[in-house]
Structure formats: structure tokens, C-alpha cells
């Protein structure tokens, strides 16, 4: 069964550093893996994706995701974090064998001025 | 252009009660999924339609049905609604199904009491 782990309920960062979210999956056949946020009171949106290729995914507003298949890990990474990158991130993730996408439950990301 | 649109934005009904929630696709997209989000987890993957076919389904019971439309857009039906399915009611679009990312709509709040 696909699954996706997100250790950490709440990450706190301070601004200007480095940040970084840890994902992990489990998925039968190569996986689909996706990087949604959520800002208070809008939609979920998309930030990147790996599908096949580079394992370094660059995406949205300075984000970008390192995929490694021998630890099934997808962490996001932003070498400078804003406070305005404040918000709740999801994981998510697809296999190849059918159109299910899971997600995680969530980090909630606190960059402190 | 419009991205997705989801009504009604909020919806208070009864346990036993039937519901009809409804999803407005990206123009020229395809594919609708629907996910329920309690509050403090991730999306939970309900339903996902393709060129008016289910091709995917998470683990709800019968009482969820959905449908898609000739021109893509897509009605979520919640039977014998107990307050459990008191939820944020998530609509997703894409291009393509599956492997390209998704647009989230606003979603729909139901509260069933």
C-alpha cells in the first residue's frame, strides 16, 4: 500500500537560513512525488514535482526537492527561508500502477523574523 | 483563465441527510479528483474521474458516490451523512491524468450536525 510520512508536525526556522522538510514514501513501482502548500484561508498549491529525471527538482518561490531512492526520501529544501514562507507543506505521492495520489499529514513550517 | 471553482463554499446538514457538492474544472482540463481534509491531517484521496470515468478510488464507503459531466465538471454525493463526514471537501484538477500536477479549488465546507 502507498503511504507517505512526514516526521515532523512543526519545523521552526529562522529567517535567512537554510530550511528543510522531510518526506518519506513507500509506493509499489516507481513513485510520482509532489510538494503541495497551504496558506491560511486560500487552496492548496502546487510546488514541484518529480516524475522521472534529475533528482534535484527545482519549483516555486525558491523551493526545490531532492529525491533519493535507496532511503524512499523526498525532502524539501530553500537555502534562504522568508518569513512569508510561513504555511502548512504536504507531501504526496503517486505509483505508477493505479490513479491514487496520498498524502501526507502535514508540516507546519514557522520562520521566525 | 478561472481556476477551480467549488460550490456551495459552506454547507450545514443534518445526519441522514444527503449532500451534492460540485467541482468546475481548469478550462481544457480533463481530470477531477476529489479529497477530504479533516482538520490538522492531509487530504484523503475519495474519488478521481477521467474523461468521465472513475479511475481511482480511496477507502470511503458506499456512501460516497461522484460522477463527471460531458464537459468535465464533477458532483460529489455523500449519502446517510453521519458527522464524521464533517470535513473541507477538496476538489483537484489536471491536464493529465495522474502523473501531472494538480489545482485545487477552494473547497467546500460541510458541517453535519
Known amino acids: 500500500a502507498q503511504s507517505v510520512a512526514q516526521p515532523e508536525d512543526q519545523v521552526n526556522v529562522a529567517e535567512g537560513n537554510p530550511l528543510t522538510v522531510k518526506c518519506t514514501y513507500s509506493?509499489?513501482?516507481?513513485?510520482?512525488l509532489f510538494w503541495y502548500v497551504q496558506y491560511p484561508n486560500r487552496g492548496l498549491q502546487f510546488l514541484l514535482k518529480?516524475?522521472?529525471?534529475?533528482?534535484l527538482v527545482k519549483g516555486s518561490y525558491g523551493f526545490e526537492a531532492e529525491f533519493n531512492k535507496s532511503q524512499t526520501s523526498f525532502h524539501l529544501k530553500k537555502p534562504s527561508a522568508l518569513v512569508s514562507d510561513s504555511a502548512l507543506y504536504f507531501c504526496a505521492v503517486k505509483g505508477n500502477r493505479d490513479d491514487k495520489i496520498i498524502f501526507g499529514k502535514g508540516t507546519r513550517l514557522h520562520i521566525l523574523p | 483563465d478561472a481556476g477551480v471553482t467549488q460550490s456551495p463554499t459552506h454547507l450545514i446538514k443534518t445526519r441522514g441527510q444527503h449532500v451534492t457538492l460540485r467541482c468546475s474544472p481548469i478550462s481544457g482540463h480533463k481530470s477531477v479528483s476529489w479529497y477530504q481534509q479533516v482538520l490538522g491531517q492531509g487530504p484523503q484521496f475519495i474519488f478521481q474521474y477521467y474523461e468521465k470515468e472513475e479511475r481511482g478510488r480511496g477507502n470511503f464507503p458506499d456512501r460516497f458516490s461522484a460522477r463527471q459531466f460531458p464537459n468535465y465538471s464533477s458532483e460529489l454525493n455523500v449519502n446517510a451523512l453521519l458527522l464524521g463526514d464533517s470535513a473541507l471537501y477538496l476538489c483537484?484538477?489536471?491536464?493529465?491524468?495522474?502523473?501531472?500536477?494538480?489545482?485545487f479549488g477552494p473547497g467546500t465546507r460541510l458541517t453535519v450536525t
Open positions: 483537484a484538477s489536471s491536464l493529465i491524468r495522474g502523473t501531472y500536477e494538480q489545482y
Open positions: 518529480y516524475i522521472t529525471g534529475d533528482n
Open positions: 509506493v509499489s513501482g516507481n513513485p510520482y
